[in-house]
């Protein structure tokens, strides 16, 4: 495959497509374009700057605990619109980014590590939980992002631990609560060793009461909103999980537990897998999955060097068209080559449309990565009427065969082109290219 085809996959499958000029920059060394994103001295996106930390959006709610009329007034007034702030910056943050290939990342690992803004009471810090535990660790230790995840306060609530309860702590014995486990399974099942990770009911059990105290300090504390271990709350004695007795006693024993997880070799597996898939192919080959796999066990979980890894399977540049594009992946590319409006409704117009909003997954499994979620007729229709519409409001300005060249380089196909040629007008040309399917897959 050529320089120029390698280009295009530089920029689509590890990013979110070309913006214009961009895959001749590109094709003079796609694999070193895509390396030099991976810096640990990347700076954040400047369109998320100023937006608040999750501790303090947690403080302002606190205060209006117990009183739902207050909390409601909070809810439509303050958090209705950080939200639709936070998804309006993020996609505009991806569609302009110099580093796609980080951005796609930060995605991903997101997504694996899903909080969700349907369950209402962590509507108000999904975005800051993307700042503040993926963003950081995006090229760094796999066991720091799980630390961070599992004690951001979005994930805290979103999954209950903050509800749990050890029985037999003084809490328990005072309050009758018990166990919530849906932090401990979600953790073992989604996030560390996947669902054939090899534990069982009882681990899931004993890994929730070793994460009883993990938990957000309330404003008796100094510092409202961040995380805290309460250990009024943490079940007393030793934990058998996997095998391996925990008794250390207090917090320790849910970092001693997350270090196990996050070096059992079925986290490894199942991580690799979650990447071939989303990198690769939807069903991708056995090699890829290996070679992730030993890059996570040989690295120690280095996320820098396991998406070097990604930039070096040959399986990744052999088909272009190998993946759909998520309507997120589609809007993002859509904004890249055309330019990204500038008020939040026509930004955002093409995620409601297609049914992805940011921070919206329908479950802790996050959104699917496979085909044959995004492809059905109804939602292909969807997507034939979004190009149409962003054609109608756009195409004046642009020429569509220059766009063509743009966005798909030497990977178009002869029929695309033509089409696009032979358009009566330039908005039925830009609306064929927007629905082609070279543009619709990466």
Do not use: C
Not at 184 to 211: C, K, N, P, W
Not at 251 to 276: C, F, I, N, Q, Y
Not at 316 to 328: M, N
Request: net charge positive; hydrophobic share 40%; glycine share 8%.
């Amino acid at each position: 495959m050529s320089r120029d085809a390698h280009a295009f996959i530089a920029a689509s499958r590890f990013g979110y497509g070309a913006r214009p000029g961009e895959l001749a920059r590109i094709a003079r060394d796609p694999r070193g374009w895509l390396v030099d994103q991976l810096r640990p001295d990347v700076a954040p996106p400047r369109q998320l700057a100023s937006l608040p930390s999750g501790h303090s959006i947690i403080e302002e709610e606190l205060h209006f605990r117990g009183d739902p009329e207050a909390r409601k007034r909070f809810n439509r007034e303050r958090v209705a619109p950080l939200f639709r702030d936070e998804v309006a910056r993020r996609t505009r943050a991806a569609a302009e980014s110099d580093a796609p290939f980080r951005e796609r990342l930060v995605r991903f690992w997101s997504n694996h590590f899903t909080v969700s803004a349907l369950a209402n009471r962590s509507r108000p810090v999904v975005g800051a939980f993307e700042r503040e535990a993926i963003r950081p660790h995006v090229v760094g230790r796999f066991r720091d992002m799980l630390g961070a995840v599992v004690k951001h306060p979005a994930m805290l609530i979103y999954l209950d631990n903050v509800a749990s309860v050890g029985p037999n702590s003084p809490r328990g014995f005072r309050a009758g609560r018990g166990l919530n486990e849906n932090l401990a399974r979600e953790i073992m099942e989604l996030h560390t060793l996947g669902v054939d990770g090899g534990y069982s009911q009882a681990d899931v059990t004993e890994f929730a009461r070793i994460l009883t105290g993990w938990s957000i300090a309330d404003l008796k504390f100094a510092t409202p909103g961040v995380f805290a271990y309460r250990y009024d709350l943490h079940e007393p004695g030793p934990k058998r999980l996997l095998g391996r007795t925990y008794d250390q006693g207090g917090e320790d024993e849910g970092e001693a537990a997350l270090d196990m997880l996050a070096r059992h070799p079925a986290t490894a597996r199942h991580v690799a897998r979650k990447l071939a898939v989303h990198f690769v192919a939807d069903d991708p080959p056995a090699a890829a999955i290996e070679r992730l796999r030993r890059s996570f066990i040989d690295s120690d979980g280095d996320l820098g060097a396991i998406a070097r890894t990604l930039v070096d399977l040959p399986e990744i540049w052999r088909e272009p068209f190998a993946k759909v594009k998520s309507p997120d992946e589609l809007t993002v590319s859509t904004w890249r080559l055309i330019g990204s409006p500038e008020q939040p409704g026509p930004l955002l117009a093409p995620l409601r449309l297609l049914g992805q909003i940011p921070f919206t997954a329908p479950s802790p499994a996050g959104w699917p990565d496979t085909a044959a979620e995004w492809v059905a007729p109804e939602t292909m229709i969807h997507r034939i009427q979004l190009g149409d519409l962003i054609a109608r409001r756009t195409a004046r300005r642009f020429d569509p065969r220059t766009l063509a060249e743009d966005a798909l380089g030497p990977v178009a196909s002869e029929t695309t082109l033509r089409a696009i040629r032979q358009a009566p007008s330039a908005r039925e040309a830009l609306a064929l290219l927007l629905a082609s399917p070279e543009f619709q897959r990466r």
